[in-house]
């Protein structure tokens, strides 16, 4: 049976680096998808069984997002997140919301591609080794445990665009004291003392790719 691998990247030298290794492997078809719209085109016309997404292949997007249109598009497909950051809660987070596997950009790809494929199809997680490294420390320690979950990305995209609490409550139909929980509790999430240090980690751990 022919296993469908579904690349989304907007790295050129990732793409042809994964490219080359799968298309070595048995039985796989490779394509490409070129922005984030074409990504959920061809993830609903054809049904992958992986979905190697880059949590840098659309400005425009954010990795959260993507994921959630990947998942509603196809709910069988295994994604797989190529990723800058090693934050162990930001790589828990991405499980959380339904990814399979995850690779340290950092970590060898010709060593991990293909046994994360591998694993993720026999309906297993992987995670590269340096990211594995770090999720652990993560899941051992005490503290930084809330998830970010829609709501929570929902406003942090709406401070990173200049919106105050207020404005915030309005757009999301949320109560202000509610917004100021979230808020509160994603500062702490990211180790942040305000709202600027909040945006700016966050873009920092590549959790979130703020417009402009």
Same mark, same amino acid.
């Given at each position: 049976?022919?296993?469908?691998?579904?690349?989304?990247?907007?790295?050129?030298?990732?793409?042809?680096?994964?490219?080359?290794?799968?298309?070595?492997?048995?039985?796989?078809?490779?394509?490409?998808?070129?922005?984030?719209?074409?990504?959920?085109?061809?993830?609903?016309?054809h049904q992958p069984a992986i979905v190697l997404?880059?949590?840098?292949?659309?400005? +425009?997007?954010?990795? @959260?997002?993507?994921?959630?249109?990947?998942?509603?598009?196809?709910? @069988?497909?295994?994604?797989?997140?190529?990723? @800058?950051?090693?934050?162990? +809660?930001?790589?828990?987070? +991405?499980?959380?919301?339904?990814?399979?596997?995850?690779?340290?950009?950092?970590?060898?790809?010709?060593?991990? +591609?293909?046994?994360?494929?591998?694993?993720?199809?026999?309906?297993?997680?992987?995670?590269?080794?340096?990211?594995? @490294?770090?999720?652990?420390?993560?899941?051992?320690?005490?503290?930084?445990?809330?998830?970010?979950?829609?709501?929570?990305?929902?406003?942090?995209?709406?401070?990173?665009?200049?919106?105050?609490?207020?404005?915030?409550?309005?757009?999301?139909?949320?109560?202000?004291?509610?917004?100021?929980?979230?808020?509160?509790?994603?500062?702490?999430?990211?180790?942040?003392?305000?709202?600027?240090?909040?945006?700016?980690?966050?873009?920092?751990?590549?959790?979130?790719?703020?417009?402009?």
């Amino acid at each position: 049976m022919t296993t469908h691998i579904l690349i989304a990247d907007g790295s050129s030298l990732t793409v042809v680096g994964a490219e080359t290794l799968l298309k070595g492997r048995a039985d796989t078809l490779v394509t490409k998808a070129e922005n984030a719209d074409d990504l959920i085109t061809q993830t609903a016309a054809h049904q992958p069984a992986i979905v190697l997404l880059g949590d840098r292949f659309d400005p +425009l997007f954010d990795t @959260a997002v993507l994921i959630e249109r990947v998942i509603r598009a196809a709910p @069988a497909a295994r994604i797989i997140v190529i990723g @800058a950051s090693i934050d162990g +809660l930001v790589i828990r987070d +991405l499980f959380m919301m339904g990814i399979c596997g995850y690779l340290a950009a950092g970590d060898d790809l010709p060593a991990c +591609l293909l046994t994360a494929v591998d694993t993720v199809l026999r309906e297993r997680p992987y995670l590269s080794p340096t990211a594995n @490294a770090e999720y652990l420390v993560t899941m051992q320690a005490s503290h930084r445990q809330w998830q970010l979950d829609p709501e929570a990305r929902a406003v942090l995209r709406l401070l990173a665009s200049g919106c105050t609490a207020r404005e915030i409550a309005g757009r999301l139909n949320l109560k202000l004291r509610r917004v100021y929980w979230v808020t509160e509790k994603m500062r702490a999430r990211f180790g942040a003392t305000t709202n600027e240090h909040l945006i700016s980690r966050a873009a920092a751990e590549g959790f979130a790719n703020f417009p402009g």
